[in-house]
């Protein structure tokens, strides 16, 4: 009964170890993309969910491809932001954005995400973007690249630079609506206007018609 029971920990021990083997090494930095159209303009999140084992985080810098010449980094209260230039004079390009920590370092515990706006490079449906990472903690560092790089698969162009084009085919029918609807407001003012001056006129047509009538019949009763 012993034996059974020692073999059976030893497979419930096996199988637990299996299961957090693969989960750990995918808890990478990993980059998604709000737009994937090639040619579009999106903005990549990178999520860092972990430090380097125990480390917190200190900095994470993203490198990034020839194939992106601009990017705006999005501003991250606990981080500073700094954008690194290369380049011939007068052609120099970003070739990294480098966030520092300002609390101390993101705890090995927690997760933070970074984002990036550019335009995506103009290519095929298929084609990986990828945007190596360092990141550098307390003790230690991690590079993510190779098959651990965070990157983002291109589709099919959509003709339309800024996405999809679905929020904005919407946004400019509001535009319009409204604009007619205010453009027919004051048509329909004016109609309501010249309405209620006829409707006025027929009343005072009206009481003078009456009171002509009222005054020939005075004038016919008074004649011998």
Known sequence: MKKRTSLTVALLTAGVLALAVPSAAHAHVTATASSTGAGSYTVVTFSVPHGCEAAPTQVVT??????????????????????????????????????????????????????????????????VVAFPVTQTCTEGSVVWEGDDVPSVTLTAATGDAHGDGTAESHSDEAEHAADNSEASAPAANEGDVVARVLGIVGVIVGIVGIALAIAARRSTAAKP
Request: zero cysteines; charged letters at 20%.
């Open 62 to 127: 993203i490198d990034i491809p020839e194939s992106v010449p601009n990017v705006t980094p999005t501003v991250n209260a606990s981080w500073s932001v700094e954008k690194v230039f290369d380049g011939p004079e007068g052609a120099e390009r970003v070739t990294q954005v480098v966030y520092t920590s300002l609390t101390g370092g993101l705890p090995s515990d927690l997760r933070d995400t970074f984002a990036l706006s550019l335009r995506l490079p103009e290519g095929a449906a298929g084609d």
